[in-house]
């Protein structure tokens, strides 16, 4: 049964930082892209970043680009993204969902606010 | 980047109900689009892949159809569990882009 379960949410100030992990199991992890995907109650669904099965290939929103940086570890079967700068606007429930966008985790939610 | 639109943003059914979602793209993605469902406190879950191919363990109420720009995602007859809101995601193109959802609410 594939699995994605993410974890490191919580609450961070504006300007601070975060990173998101996720555990996958029951799938050859090395050959999947993996992505990360938002949800506000404002905005709905938002594509946030993506890597590539190796992880030399990475994209990212433009909403995003240069403050978070996605990474992966095969050995360990985990993805990650590492939220820097963090805004108001970046407060969302964060999903980690494998390549073809067919399975997706229970989401972390992450509160930004002072 | 692609603007997926999604009509209605809420409808109001009854069990038994059919029920047709629309999803517009702004330009052309062949049959690049899945459907998800979305409960309350829940993940959302593919349904539809490809446009019109229904995902293995999903009922056989829930079709899809539609290629180009016009998407439709039709529920044959409404079951309770089915009360939930769904969005169209294309990934023709980078970057991938979700329809902003509609809600499907007990009449």
């Known amino acids: 049964e594939v699995q994605l379960v993410e974890s490191g949410g919580g609450l961070v100030q504006p300007g601070g930082s975060l990173r998101l992990s996720c555990a996958a199991s029951g799938f050859t992890f090395s050959s999947y892209w993996m992505h990360w995907v938002r949800q506000t109650p404002g905005k709905g669904l938002v594509w946030v970043s993506r890597i590539n099965s190796d992880g030399s290939t990475s994209n990212y929103a433009d909403s995003v680009k240069g403050r978070f940086t996605i990474s992966r570890d095969n050995a360990k079967n985990m993805v990650y993204v590492q939220m820097n700068s963090l805004r108001a606007e970046d407060m969302a429930v964060y999903y980690c969902?494998?390549?073809?966008?067919?399975?997706w985790g229970q989401g972390t939610l992450v509160t930004v606010s002072s | 980047a692609i603007q997926m639109t999604q009509s209605p943003s809420s409808l109001s059914a009854s069990v038994g109900d059919r029920v047709t979602i629309t999803c517009r793209a702004s330009?052309?993605?062949?049959?690049?689009l899945g459907w998800y469902q979305q409960r309350p406190g829940e993940a959302p879950k593919l349904l539809i892949y490809?446009?019109?191919s229904l995902r293995s363990g999903v009922p056989s109420r829930f079709s899809g159809s539609g290629s180009g720009t016009d998407f439709t995602l039709t529920i044959s007859s409404l079951q309770p569990e089915d009360f939930a809101t769904y969005y169209c995601l294309q990934d023709y193109n980078y970057p991938p882009t979700f329809g902003q959802g509609t809600k499907v609410e007990i009449k």
């Open positions: 490809a446009a019109s």
């Open positions: 330009q052309g993605i062949r049959n690049d």
């Open positions: 969902v494998r390549g073809a966008v067919d399975y």
